[in-house]
């Protein structure tokens, strides 16, 4: 059997990534002790009825007691706070770490409230699913995935690698990166694409008021993708749009500029263009197979009522 990575694992906030790291931890035996709090009474009770921690706390004061490990999983907007009530209960030593989906942000909210002699690595695992809450986690989720962790200047490297050791340990694939380029590359990656995704469902709801339930009952698989990443938990998306607010302004102006050239070509027949734009999309989708990121299988892989 293998040690442990971290005798402690305090996981606050208790969703989809807190779970799924509960499970993947378990999975590797690589925590002595998984404590978990969040901050609905309802919320805890799930959590204990299908036993996710080895204890789940009544205050985040009371889980991140002796704790080896900290991991903030809760909005971006929530990490500030949540770190400001847990930092004088913080053991000499420790590291903190948080899984959201904005790091500059959560760096200049959270930083300040690190005490002297414990560490701060963010992290942010580029894994996930429409669902929330504590019973949507599972074990395989981070499964050659990527993990990048995005340390501040003058962090201790030791700490850097612990972390790495862990999240290796829950399966994925671990880089590290600034925290302005990886909001950069999220914007592109993942925030815009969510935000078209939210308006183009926006736009077939309107539309369905004319059409009846056509929408919905031709929706082909494009559509009903669309529909997915719209279900996503709305709040976590809100924060992630407030405190990524210049790469995304940025992403969707060059995307609105690719939008009108389309448009136009549509407009004059220009078939060359569409046809090229097309195919240099199609390129990358292989890339992204090639990469290991996905499947060339039909439906993505997906069973068909996915
Ligand atoms: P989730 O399933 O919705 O769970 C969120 C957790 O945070 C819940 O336990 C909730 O507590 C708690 N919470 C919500 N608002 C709070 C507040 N104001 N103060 C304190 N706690 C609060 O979310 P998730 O998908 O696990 O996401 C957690 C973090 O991971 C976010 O920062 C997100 O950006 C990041 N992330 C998400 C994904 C994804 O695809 N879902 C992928 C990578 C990273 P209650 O249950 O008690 O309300």
């Known amino acids: 059997m293998t040690q442990p990575v971290y005798d402690r694992i305090a996981l606050i ?3 989809l990534i807190a779970s799924s790291m509960a499970h993947a931890i378990r999975r590797g035996n690589l925590a002595g002790e998984i404590t978990g709090y969040a901050r609905s009474e309802a919320t805890r009770e799930t959590a204990r009825r299908i036993n996710l921690c080895d204890r789940i706390c009544d205050t985040a004061a009371d889980a991140v007691e002796d704790a080896d490990l900290v991991v903030l999983c809760v ?19 420790a590291t903190v770490s948080d899984v959201g989906s904005v790091k500059r942000h959560v760096i200049e909210a959270v930083q300040p409230h690190i005490p002297q002699g414990v560490h701060f690595v963010p992290a942010h695992p580029l894994a996930g699913t429409e669902h929330s809450g504590p019973e949507a ?47 950069l590359v999220l914007a592109v990656t993942s925030h815009a694409p969510h935000l078209i995704a939210y308006t183009m469902v926006g736009v077939a709801d309107d539309l369905r008021r004319v059409t009846d339930s056509e929408v919905i009952k031709y929706s082909a698989a494009g559509f009903r993708d669309f529909t997915r990443i719209a279900a996503s938990d709305p709040t976590m998306w809100r924060d992630v749009f407030l405190t990524n607010k210049d790469a995304t302004l940025e992403i969707l102006g060059r995307f609105t500029e690719e939008l009108f050239a389309l448009q136009r070509a549509i407009r004059t027949g220009d078939g060359e263009h569409l046809h090229d734009y097309f195919t240099r999309t199609r390129a990358i989708r292989r890339g992204i197979i090639e990469a290991g990121q996905d499947t060339a299988a039909p439906n993505f892989g997906r ?4």
């Open 303 to 306: 069973g068909t009522k996915s």
């Open 13 to 15: 906030g208790l969703g």
């Open 75 to 93: 909005p971006v907007g929530a990490m500030g706070p949540v770190m400001e009530e847990i930092a004088p209960k913080l053991k000499p030593g």
């Open 137 to 183: 986690g599972f074990a395989e989720l981070y499964d050659n995935r990527w993990c990048l962790l995005v340390p501040v200047e003058g962090t201790d490297p030791d700490a850097v690698e612990r972390l790495r050791t862990l999240w290796e340990g829950m399966g994925a694939n671990v880089d590290e990166m600034d925290a302005d380029h990886h909001d």
